[in-house]
């Protein structure tokens, strides 16, 4: 996918280093996430797999701006944003450089919008004209596998699967160089599931750089290079996606990999899960 | 006979002394009646008789003590109705129009409403995807168990809280009596299911129907629920159903499976001959997508030795 060539930089296009972020009022402060280090590199897929509750959700809006870090730093396209205030993180993301996609996509998409004027909105904030955004919006709802026909209906009158891919059509219109993707396929059934994982894939080979964050590492293994894995706050263990699924190290991603269902699990599965749950809770 | 919470009772006694009995001692786990059916379908159709027109064209299996069936199917391809045909409870005009069911030695077509509520519980008895809409979210958790208990049972009120801990710790739930006390918001959703088939589990049943039970939970907190699910067949010779979207979900823990879509019964058969001879192209698909978006690619050495190991069975 074509980008502003000014945006091209060599190194990742998201780097963030020793990141902290905690919730809650000074006395009772929660720690959400504790010294997370990440890197993705143009092009790459990074998936981030952690149950609920281990900051995954966190880090990806910290990565928007969207909940503020405690300590850590944050580099976006060679810009180091850590210390931006509400406004430079508002200007940064309509630019479109770094977009996302949540798991529901009736609360990111206006339920009053039709569907044109939600995918168009983005580029009309760019000042792009209006002929040239009708023109994008077409385009990037054929990528998505939608129909024009869809262009003047509202959200409400689509399917949970048409509305999603619309949302990552969204998402694609400004042609962003990261996409952060947070659960985008957990409340989809199967062949919807497929679409969209399908959809992921092609903008892979497109070049943009995609943070998939699942609770489901069947998802995540069939379209991440590399694997992070969060556990109450700690990224435990990172790697490519092959080495992390049949060598996993930490008792959680054990445990995770022995938990998720194969066609060909084995009975000693069970005891080996039992094992590891004694160990993580211990 | 030893009644199901009996037997959870004295294995949760036994686990709490030694485990090591446990494998030695197995002549209670399989009832003198073990080869006749709890649940027998044949057969079965159902229509919407609003619509006019039949939605579940034929399903048939049958169901002994300890044993496990799957049904695996997209959404709309009529596996949770024939669940509700079999628990009774279909929805308003939706009628089942041929074959028949069989619950426990009596055809459901025949009984009274007086008759069901008796089975209900007693006899069979289900789970349902999100626990928390199953649960009055204004009364503590072990006092809902308890009733059921009292009402199913006729146990007295202390009796009953006894049994509806020992029911909760038989579930593997770390502090039942904690748990007890607490309401569905202080639950997470893994416990939540856990109580509910403390619940579903308490009048001794001997058929138990997980419908997308664990469809909601995180993937470790699934495992541990189907964990607890083979858990409880092999201690107590409770039969399943289980209901998933997920192929793989259902051959974990069944014998049998079969793979509904649009209202028909596509394939059935024993579970590995149907994983590794799959005959149907929507099986063949259902397998392909695990093994382009699922673990198995990556586990592909495993993989192997599985099948080695069911060639050496065979």
Same mark, same amino acid.
């Given at each position: 996918?074509?980008?502003?060539?000014?945006?091209?930089?060599?190194?990742?296009? $998201?780097?963030?280093?020793?990141? @902290?972020?905690?919730? *809650?009022? !000074?006395? +009772?402060?929660?720690? /959400?996430?504790?010294? #997370?280090?990440?890197?993705?590199?143009?092009?790459?897929?990074?998936?981030?797999?952690?149950?609920?509750?281990?900051?995954?959700?966190?880090?990806?809006?910290?990565?928007?701006?969207?909940?503020?870090?405690?300590?850590?730093?944050?580099?976006?396209?060679?810009?180091?944003?850590?210390?931006?205030?509400?406004?430079?993180?508002?200007?940064?993301?309509?630019?479109?450089?770094?977009?996302?996609?949540?798991?529901?996509?009736?609360?990111?998409?206006?339920?009053?919008?039709?569907?044109?004027?939600?995918?168009?909105?983005?580029?009309?904030?760019?000042?792009?004209?209006?002929?040239?955004?009708?023109?994008?919006?077409?385009?990037?709802?054929?990528?998505?596998?939608?129909?024009?026909?869809? $262009?003047?209906?509202?959200?409400? @009158?689509?399917?949970? *699967?048409? !509305?999603? +891919?619309?949302?990552? /059509?969204?998402?694609? #219109?400004?042609?962003?160089?990261?996409?952060?993707?947070?659960?985008?396929?957990?409340?989809?059934?199967?062949?919807?599931?497929?679409?969209?994982?399908?959809?992921?894939?092609?903008?892979?080979?497109?070049?943009?750089?995609?943070?998939?964050?699942?609770?489901?590492?069947?998802?995540?293994?069939?379209?991440?290079?590399?694997?992070?894995?969060?556990?109450?706050?700690?990224?435990?263990?990172?790697?490519?996606?092959?080495?992390?699924?049949?060598?996993?190290?930490?008792?959680?991603?054990?445990?995770?990999?022995?938990?998720?269902?194969?066609?060909?699990?084995?009975?000693?599965?069970?005891?080996?899960?039992?094992?590891?749950?004694?160990?993580?809770?211990? | 006979?030893?009644?199901?919470?009996?037997?959870?009772?004295?294995?949760?006694?036994?686990?709490?002394?030694?485990?090591?009995?446990?494998?030695?001692?197995?002549?209670?786990?399989?009832?003198?009646?073990?080869?006749?059916?709890?649940?027998?379908?044949?057969?079965?159709?159902?229509?919407?008789?609003?619509?006019?027109?039949?939605?579940?064209?034929?399903?048939?299996?049958?169901?002994?003590?300890?044993?496990?069936?799957?049904?695996?199917?997209?959404?709309?391809?009529?596996?949770?109705?024939?669940?509700?045909?079999?628990?009774?409870?279909?929805?308003?005009?939706?009628?089942?129009?041929?074959?028949?069911?069989?619950?426990?030695?009596?055809?459901?077509?025949?009984?009274?409403?007086?008759?069901?509520?008796?089975?209900?519980?007693?006899?069979?008895?289900?789970?349902?995807?999100?626990?928390?809409?199953?649960?009055?979210?204004?009364?503590?958790?072990?006092?809902?168990?308890?009733?059921?208990?009292?009402?199913?049972?006729?146990?007295?009120?202390?009796?009953?809280?006894?049994?509806?801990?020992?029911?909760?710790?038989?579930?593997?739930?770390?502090?039942?009596?904690?748990?007890?006390?607490?309401?569905?918001?202080?639950?997470?959703?893994?416990?939540?299911?856990?109580?509910?088939?403390?619940?579903?589990?308490?009048?001794?049943?001997?058929?138990?129907?997980?419908?997308?039970?664990?469809?909601?939970?995180?993937?470790?907190?699934?495992?541990?629920?189907?964990?607890?699910?083979?858990?409880?067949?092999?201690?107590?010779?409770?039969?399943?159903?289980?209901?998933?979207?997920?192929?793989?979900?259902?051959?974990?823990?069944?014998?049998?499976?079969?793979?509904?879509?649009?209202?028909?019964?596509?394939?059935?058969?024993?579970?590995?001959?149907?994983?590794?001879?799959?005959?149907?192209?929507?099986?063949?698909?259902?397998?392909?997508?695990?093994?382009?978006?699922?673990?198995?690619?990556?586990?592909?050495?495993?993989?192997?030795?599985?099948?080695?190991?069911?060639?050496?069975?065979?």
């Amino acid at each position: 996918m074509s980008t502003d060539p000014s945006q091209k930089a060599a190194g990742p296009v $998201l780097e963030v280093r020793d990141l @902290e972020v905690h919730y *809650g009022p !000074r006395r +009772r402060r929660r720690r /959400a996430l504790h010294g #997370v280090s990440l890197s993705v590199a143009p092009g790459e897929t990074v998936g981030i797999i952690g149950e609920t509750g281990s900051g995954k959700s966190t880090l990806a809006r910290a990565a928007l701006g969207l909940v503020r870090a405690s300590a850590g730093s944050i580099v976006i396209g060679g810009e180091d944003v850590s210390a931006y205030g509400h406004r430079s993180w508002r200007a940064l993301r309509r630019r479109g450089v770094i977009q996302y996609v949540f798991q529901d996509p009736l609360r990111s998409l206006d339920p009053d919008l039709t569907i044109e004027a939600s995918l168009a909105e983005p580029l009309l904030i760019q000042g792009v004209s209006r002929q040239e955004a009708a023109t994008r919006v077409r385009a990037f709802l054929s990528r998505v596998r939608l129909s024009d026909d869809l $262009l003047d209906r509202l959200p409400g @009158e689509l399917s949970g *699967g048409q !509305r999603q +891919r619309v949302a990552v /059509a969204r998402a694609l #219109v400004t042609e962003p160089r990261l996409v952060i993707l947070d659960e985008p396929v957990s409340a989809l059934d199967s062949a919807n599931r497929v679409q969209i994982l399908q959809i992921l894939k092609e903008l892979r080979a497109d070049g943009v750089a995609l943070v998939f964050i699942s609770h489901d590492l069947g998802s995540v293994a069939g379209v991440a290079d590399r694997i992070a894995v969060l556990y109450r706050g700690e990224l435990v263990e990172a790697g490519t996606a092959r080495d992390v699924i049949s060598e996993p190290r930490h008792p959680y991603t054990r445990l995770l990999v022995r938990s998720a269902p194969t066609l060909h699990s084995a009975p000693a599965d069970r005891a080996e899960r039992e094992a590891l749950r004694a160990l993580l809770h211990a | 006979m030893a009644t199901l919470s009996e037997k959870v009772l004295t294995e949760a006694e036994k686990d709490s002394r030694t485990e090591a009995e446990e494998t030695g001692n197995t002549e209670h786990v399989h009832p003198a009646d073990a080869s006749a059916p709890v649940l027998s379908v044949r057969d079965v159709r159902i229509s919407d008789q609003a619509a006019g027109h039949e939605i579940v064209h034929g399903v048939s299996f049958t169901l002994t003590p300890g044993k496990a069936v799957g049904i695996v199917g997209e959404s709309g391809s009529g596996k949770t109705l024939t669940c509700r045909a079999a628990l009774g409870i279909l929805p308003a005009h939706f009628e089942v129009t041929g074959g028949s069911i069989e619950l426990d030695g009596n055809d459901i077509s025949a009984l009274t409403p007086a008759r069901w509520t008796a089975l209900r519980g007693a006899t069979i008895s289900a789970v349902f995807q999100d626990p928390a809409s199953y649960l009055n979210p204004s009364i503590r958790v072990g006092a809902q168990i308890a009733e059921v208990v009292r009402v199913k049972k006729g146990l007295k009120r202390r009796e009953a809280h006894r049994r509806a801990i020992e029911l909760l710790r038989a579930v593997h739930l770390r502090d039942p009596e904690l748990v007890y006390g607490q309401y569905t918001y202080e639950l997470s959703g893994g416990m939540l299911q856990r109580v509910l088939i403390a619940a579903a589990i308490a009048a001794d049943p001997r058929i138990l129907i997980a419908d997308e039970a664990t469809t909601a939970l995180d993937v470790t907190v699934q495992a541990e629920i189907l964990d607890l699910l083979a858990d409880l067949r092999e201690r107590t010779g409770l039969a399943l159903v289980l209901v998933s979207h997920d192929l793989a979900v259902v051959a974990q823990l069944c014998d049998e499976v079969l793979v509904m879509r649009q209202g028909e019964v596509v394939e059935q058969g024993p579970t590995r001959e149907v994983l590794h001879h799959p005959r149907h192209e929507y099986t063949r698909l259902l397998i392909a997508e695990h093994e382009q978006y699922g673990l198995d690619k990556f586990l592909a050495v495993e993989a192997a030795k599985a099948a080695a190991a069911v060639e050496e069975d065979a």
